[in-house]
């Protein structure tokens, strides 16, 4: 993609969106994110915008391409988790893991093709989760979301591969961030111990690989999950 194409991040304020924003907006790329409420320092373009409310997504990426120019690049990175045992779930938390994270790439995704197929480029790049195959205790839900992704992203990579447009999944592993404050040590020592590099992944270390799923270096690669995981699920 063009090195100064419009990007646009989900949930860029914070966390690893915040991360793959700054990433794009140092490589010389026009970044717009998403927000809802907390907005970052950083003087990106910001659009407030809810993924699980099909208006407001259509609303902001009709701003952002009216403002920056047409999408090249989305990256779909907008989640919630909410971990509970099987037996413990509760129906509204539920319905918003999956209306946040798989309903709400998939609204993301189909409206930011739109141009990208008439312009016959860009790139689509969804953030996934390694738990998504391996399956974590507590994670029915956020598992299965992330799980969905991937057959959403295939389903996509074959509808718009012809119009020059590339549909591929990051998967972290564990990486440091509001998100995963929550876990006590026991937990994420059991995390970083079945790790083999021994070690959370720093959000910019998810970032690179974005960026490089971005670049023209990775021209012939859709449909693809690429984990980022630090062998943590050894290619699952
Ligand atoms: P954070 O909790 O730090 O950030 C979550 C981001 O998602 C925030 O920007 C938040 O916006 C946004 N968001 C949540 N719900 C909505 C919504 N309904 N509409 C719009 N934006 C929303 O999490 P991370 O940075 O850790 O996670 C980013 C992505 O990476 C998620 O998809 C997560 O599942 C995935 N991931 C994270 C891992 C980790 O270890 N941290 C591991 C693997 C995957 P707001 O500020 O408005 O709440």
């Given at each position: 993609?063009?090195?100064?194409?419009?990007?646009?991040?989900?949930?860029?304020?914070?966390?690893?969106?915040?991360?793959?924003?700054?990433?794009?907006?140092?490589?010389?790329?026009?970044?717009?994110?998403?927000?809802?409420?907390?907005?970052?320092?950083?003087?990106?373009?910001?659009?407030?915008?809810?993924?699980?409310?099909?208006k407001s997504i259509d609303a902001?990426?009709?701003?952002?391409?009216?403002?920056?120019?047409?999408?090249?690049?989305?990256?779909?990175?907008?989640?919630?988790?909410?971990?509970?045992?099987?037996?413990?779930?509760?129906?509204?938390?539920?319905?918003?893991?999956?209306?946040?994270?798989?309903?709400?790439?998939?609204?993301?995704?189909?409206?930011?093709?739109?141009?990208?197929?008439?312009?016959?480029?860009?790139?689509?790049?969804?953030?996934?989760?390694?738990?998504?195959?391996?399956?974590?205790?507590?994670?029915?839900?956020?598992?299965?979301?992330?799980?969905?992704?991937?057959g959403a992203a295939r389903s996509?990579?074959?509808?718009?591969?012809?119009?020059?447009?590339?549909?591929?999944?990051?998967?972290?592993?564990?990486?440091?961030?509001?998100?995963?404050?929550?876990?006590?040590?026991?937990?994420?020592?059991?995390?970083?111990?079945?790790?083999?590099?021994?070690?959370?992944?720093?959000?910019?270390?998810?970032?690179?690989?974005?960026?490089?799923?971005?670049?023209?270096?990775?021209?012939?690669?859709?449909?693809?999950?690429?984990?980022?995981?630090?062998?943590?699920?050894?290619?699952?």
């Amino acid at each position: 993609m063009s090195s100064n194409g419009v990007v646009f991040v989900t949930g860029g304020n914070r966390g690893i969106g915040l991360a793959i924003a700054q990433r794009f907006a140092q490589d010389g790329f026009k970044v717009a994110i998403s927000y809802r409420e907390q907005k970052p320092v950083e003087d990106f373009y910001m659009v407030k915008a809810d993924v699980t409310d099909s208006k407001s997504i259509d609303a902001a990426i009709d701003e952002i391409e009216k403002n920056l120019g047409p999408l090249e690049v989305v990256v779909i990175n907008a989640g919630t988790n909410k971990d509970a045992l099987a037996m413990r779930l509760e129906d509204s938390d539920m319905e918003k893991i999956i209306n946040t994270n798989l309903m709400g790439s998939i609204r993301v995704a189909r409206r930011s093709v739109k141009s990208m197929i008439k312009n016959r480029k860009g790139r689509i790049i969804f953030i996934g989760s390694v738990v998504g195959m391996l399956g974590s205790p507590g994670q029915m839900v956020y598992a299965s979301t992330k799980a969905g992704l991937i057959g959403a992203a295939r389903s996509l990579a074959r509808e718009v591969g012809s119009r020059g447009v590339t549909v591929n999944v990051v998967a972290p592993g564990y990486v440091d961030t509001d998100m995963t404050n929550d876990l006590d040590e026991a937990r994420k020592d059991m995390i970083t111990s079945s790790t083999p590099l021994g070690r959370t992944a720093s959000a910019s270390e998810i970032a690179g690989v974005v960026r490089f799923l971005a670049s023209e270096d990775s021209s012939y690669i859709t449909g693809a999950v690429i984990p980022v995981d630090g062998g943590l699920g050894m290619g699952h």
